[in-house]
C-alpha cells in the first residue's frame, strides 16, 4: 500500500512542477525595477508555465547561486546590466560552476548598455566571441522595420531559421516576422561542437559601431550569416546556455508590434511565439532524451549447446558472459520529453541511431530500428553475430545531436572463447570425412595383415623336425 501512496504523490508532484523537465525555479537577474516592468509579457508567459520566479539585482551581496554545495535555482536569465559589473555572485567561475551543476542559463545583450567585463570572459570560455567595441550593434540596409527604424535600420526583420543540419531536429521554427531591435552580433568558434547557432542574420546585415563617423565600415566585427543573434551551447552534461542578441526583443511592445518591411506590408511580429521557444529549449522542456530499460540477449540457442548455458540462456537479460559467435540482441528504450509529457522517440530518415560493440574500436556499428511504440516510448534493437574474438567489449550507444541532450550508454559484457566441449565432433566436419577414412582403413589394414601373418604359419614336417618352406 505504501508504494502506491508513493506513486500517487509522485504523480501529484510532477502536475505541480514547472514544465522543465530540470526543475522550476528561475533566477532573473536585473537591475532596475523600472527595466523589470517592460517584460511583463514574458515574466507572466513564464509563470503560466509553471515557473517560480525569483527577481533579484545583481548588486546583491546576500544573493547565491549554491547553498549547501548544491544549485539555489534550477534555471538564470540575466537581463543586461547597467552598470560595469555583475557583482560577487555572478563572476564568469560561478557561473561556470552552476553550468557544470546541471543549471541552465539564458543571457541576454543589449546595444544600449555596454557589455560588462566579466559577460566577455565567460563568452570567451565558451568560444562565443563578442566585438571589441562594447557598443557595436547589427544593421542590415535591406531587411529592417520601416515604422521603427527607417532611418537607423537597427530593428532588424528576420524569419526563422531552418534546421542547422539534415539530421537536427528544428524547434525554433515557424511563420511570422521576428523583430530584433539593437542586437549585439555573436561570432561562434569554428573547433567546438557544444556550440550551435539558433538564429542568424540575413547576408546583407554587418556588425556596426555608432561612434564611427565615417560613412564605410572598412573592417567589421562579422558579416552577414557570420552574425549569430541567437547562440546556444549545450555542456557534455547537457546543461544549456543560450546568448540571446537583443534584448529588447521581449519587451512588452516588440510582443505584438506591427512591423513593415521594406516594399512589403504591415504585419504582426512573432516575438512572442519565438521567445516560448527559445526559453523552452534553454530551460529543458523541449529536446531532452530519456533512457528507459536497456536489455540484451541470445538471439537463439541449440539443444546441444549446453555449455554455454550455464552463463547465458536463451531469454536471459543481461548476462555478463557470452561466448564468440553468439547471436545477440540489443534492446534500447528511448522517450522524448516535449513540454509537459514524455512522447515515443522518432529518429528522422536523414539519421540514424545506431549501436557500437567496441573493444577499443568497434568490431561493429549497426544501426537501430524500432520495433515497437508504447505511449511514451519507442523501443529500438539490432540483432549480430558476436565476432571471434574474446575479450572485454561494451554494447554502446553514443547518440549526439544539436539541440538534443547527449546520450552515451555503456552495458560491459565479457565475451569468451569455445570450451573444450563446445567444438564440434570430427565427425560433423564433413571435410574430414577423408582423414577419419585413412586412419580406419590403417588401422583395419594393419588387424588383417597381422591376422594373416598370423594365421599363415608353414607347414611343420616331424619326421625331419624342420619346418616346410
Do not use: C
Not at 536463451?314 to 553468439?326: Q, S
Amino acid at each position: 500500500m505504501r508504494w502506491l501512496l508513493s506513486l500517487t504523490f509522485a504523480a501529484l508532484l510532477g502536475i505541480v512542477q514547472a514544465l522543465s523537465s530540470s526543475g522550476s525555479r528561475l533566477l532573473v537577474v536585473v537591475e532596475e525595477a523600472a527595466e523589470r516592468a517592460k517584460y511583463s509579457t514574458f515574466w507572466k508567459d513564464l509563470e503560466e508555465r509553471g515557473y517560480k520566479l525569483t527577481f533579484d539585482s545583481p548588486k546583491n551581496d546576500k544573493l547565491s547561486l549554491f547553498q549547501h554545495g548544491e544549485r539555489s535555482f534550477d534555471h538564470i536569465l540575466l537581463l543586461p546590466p547597467k552598470s560595469k559589473g555583475l557583482g560577487p555572485a555572478l563572476t564568469p567561475n560561478l557561473l561556470l560552476q552552476f553550468i557544470n551543476k546541471d543549471g541552465n542559463i539564458l543571457l541576454t545583450l543589449s546595444a544600449d548598455a555596454p557589455t560588462p567585463t566579466a559577460i566577455f570572459s565567460l563568452l570567451l570560455e565558451l568560444d562565443i566571441h563578442l566585438p571589441p567595441d562594447r557598443n557595436s550593434l547589427v544593421v542590415d540596409h535591406f531587411n529592417y522595420d520601416t515604422t521603427s527604424a527607417s532611418e537607423k535600420h537597427d530593428v532588424l526583420l528576420l524569419t526563422r531559421s531552418s534546421p542547422l543540419r539534415s539530421d537536427a531536429r528544428n524547434f525554433f521554427g515557424g511563420d511570422g516576422a521576428l523583430a530584433f531591435p539593437r542586437a549585439v552580433a555573436q561570432e561562434l568558434g569554428n573547433t567546438s561542437p557544444l556550440l550551435a547557432p539558433i538564429l542568424r542574420a540575413k547576408s546583407t546585415a554587418y556588425s556596426y559601431s555608432p561612434k564611427d563617423v565615417v560613412e564605410t565600415v572598412e573592417d567589421p566585427f562579422a558579416i552577414g550569416e557570420q552574425i549569430a543573434l541567437v547562440s546556444s551551447m549545450q555542456a557534455r552534461n547537457s546543461a544549456r546556455f543560450t546568448v540571446f542578441g537583443s534584448a529588447e526583443a521581449l519587451e512588452d511592445k516588440w510582443f505584438d508590434a506591427k512591423v513593415k518591411p521594406v516594399g512589403g506590408k504591415d504585419s504582426k511580429t512573432a516575438n512572442r511565439e519565438f521567445a516560448q521557444q527559445v526559453t523552452a529549449w534553454t530551460f529543458k522542456e523541449l529536446g531532452v532524451l530519456k533512457v528507459g530499460s536497456v536489455e540484451h540477449h541470445l538471439s537463439s540457442i541449440s539443444e546441444e549447446s549446453f555449455g554455454n548455458d550455464s552463463v547465458a540462456r536463451l531469454g536471459y537479460l543481461n548476462p555478463t558472459i557470452y561466448r564468440v559467435k553468439n547471436d545477440v540482441t540489443f534492446n534500447i528504450e528511448f522517450s522524448e520529453y516535449s513540454y509537459d509529457h514524455l512522447a515515443p522517440l522518432k529518429i528522422d530518415p536523414a539519421d540514424a541511431l545506431q549501436l557500437e560493440f567496441t573493444m577499443l574500436s568497434p568490431f561493429h556499428r549497426l544501426d537501430l530500428v524500432p520495433i515497437s511504440t508504447t505511449a511514451n516510448s519507442t523501443i529500438f534493437s539490432s540483432s549480430f553475430k558476436l565476432p571471434d574474438q574474446h575479450g572485454i567489449f561494451s554494447f554502446r550507444v553514443n547518440y549526439k545531436r544539436p539541440f538534443l541532450t547527449n546520450v552515451d550508454v555503456k552495458r560491459e559484457v565479457t565475451v569468451r572463447h569455445f570450451a573444450h566441449d563446445e567444438w564440434p565432433r570430427s565427425w560433423e566436419i564433413s571435410a574430414g570425412w577423408v582423414w577419419i577414412a585413412g586412419v580406419w582403413i590403417t588401422v583395419i589394414g594393419w588387424v588383417a595383415f597381422v591376422g594373416i601373418w598370423l594365421w599363415s604359419e608353414p607347414a611343420y614336417d616331424k619326421s625331419k623336425g624342420k619346418k616346410m618352406q
